[in-house]
């Protein structure tokens, strides 16, 4: 495979969406909807194309329409804020819950260590911080098990070692490009990861569907081909997949980052300063008012638009919004106010649950004691 045709998990980089399907061979996921609909009212997430591919979806949705037991799994890297970026995740896990799903969120700490070089300390401060703002979110913790890298059960542990001698150096080279020690370690892990719910001891759920972004496809498709080798020896199938699109920066440019303090809004910033922080975001609106007027907006490139779409618009508002950008009848500066009063409304209902979870997060996670 030529490097060109590469997803780089650890990369920052938006990447073009159509060789998923034509390069990877993941399926859309708008035909899926129907199905989605049997189920119950789908989400704003599926509905507008955000969640838009998977692979074996279709295998998730018959299992949960017979009430068999299924599996979310997903992950968070500690590495930073907890944003709107992680809530899109967060929300996906809240719907499949509610679909009948059991949940395993990984706190990525081992990866954040090996491959951002984070400090133990903020690696564990961070932990809470996510754990309580995924409670606060609407995560349901008696239907979820959170875990940390360095802190689990033996089988997990035996499962990464495993899956090590079911792949070659070649093979993980032609998925992830040049590699080093501890991205091979991460790769691993992430195996384990996705795979164990599968084994006995963690309730034995075959039907298994990680929430990604496409640069995390290379994790899936490692991920798929190891479950198939290890199938004689512990039982595992293939995990399936849906596939999102990655919220862009506010400041316009390349995906919202933990690692780019200029292009997330935190669920935990004060409000003053997320305010400030939407104020000054990347809009697709043109120069001057009068020529807004002349040839309307541009919502397709806006990070208000956009942050209506993933999270603060309903239906009626989100389409208001959009005719009246490209006819020129709205202009930024007033949009910006009602951004701005969604925002505030959300971020201080969140941030009151956030403070009454936070003290009691330990309940929920065990912490590694170094
Ligand atoms: S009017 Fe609103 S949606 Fe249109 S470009 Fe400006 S901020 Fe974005």
Redesign the pocket.
């Known amino acids: 495979m030529a490097s060109a045709e590469r997803l780089d998990p650890w990369g920052h980089v938006l990447i073009d969406y159509r060789k998923l399907f034509t390069v990877f061979g993941v399926k859309p996921m708008k035909d899926l909807l129907e199905k989605l609909r049997e189920l119950g009212p789908v989400h704003r997430l599926y509905r507008r194309g955000i969640v838009f591919a998977h692979r074996d979806f279709d295998k998730i949705l018959e299992a949960l329409r017979k009430g068999e037991k299924v599996a979310i799994v997903t992950g968070f890297m500690p590495s930073g804020p907890f944003h709107f970026g992680h809530k899109m995740v967060a929300d996906q896990i809240i719907y499949l819950q509610s679909l009948g799903a059991r949940a395993f969120i990984v706190i990525a700490d081992a990866e954040a260590y090996a491959v951002r070089g984070l400090p133990r300390n903020k690696i564990i401060e961070y932990t809470k911080i996510y754990v309580a703002n995924l409670i606060a979110l609407g995560v349901d913790p008696d239907k979820t098990t959170f875990y940390m890298q360095t802190s689990y059960e033996e089988p997990y542990y035996r499962l990464i070692q495993m899956a090590s001698a079911k792949v070659t150096m070649a093979e993980m080279e032609a998925i992830y490009g040049d590699l080093e020690p501890g991205k091979i370690m991460a790769a691993l892990t992430q195996v384990a990861d996705i795979l164990h719910p599968q084994l006995d001891e963690f309730g034995g759920y075959k039907y298994v569907i990680v929430p990604v972004g496409p640069d995390q496809d290379p994790h899936i498709r490692l991920t798929r081909d190891i479950a198939e080798r290890l199938n004689s020896e512990v039982g595992t199938i293939k995990p399936a997949a849906t596939y999102h699109r990655l919220m862009r920066g506010i400041d316009g440019s390349g995906k919202m980052s933990s690692s780019r303090p200029e292009s997330y809004i935190s669920l935990n910033d004060p409000i003053d300063i997320a305010v400030k922080k939407l104020r000054n975001a990347f809009?697709?609106?043109r120069a001057t008012a009068e020529e807004q007027r002349r040839l309307g907006?541009?919502?397709e490139k806006?990070s208000?638009?956009e942050l209506y779409l993933y999270h603060l618009a309903d239906d009626e508002l989100l389409s208001r919004?959009f005719l009246d950008?490209r006819a020129g009848r709205?202009?930024?500066g007033e949009?910006?106010l009602v951004a701005v009063k969604l925002l505030r409304e959300f971020l201080e209902e969140h941030q009151k649950r956030f403070k009454e979870i936070y003290d009691t997060v330990e309940d929920y996670i065990r912490l590694p004691s170094f």
């Open positions: 809009t697709g609106g907006g541009e919502p806006c208000i638009y919004t950008c709205l202009l930024c949009d910006k």
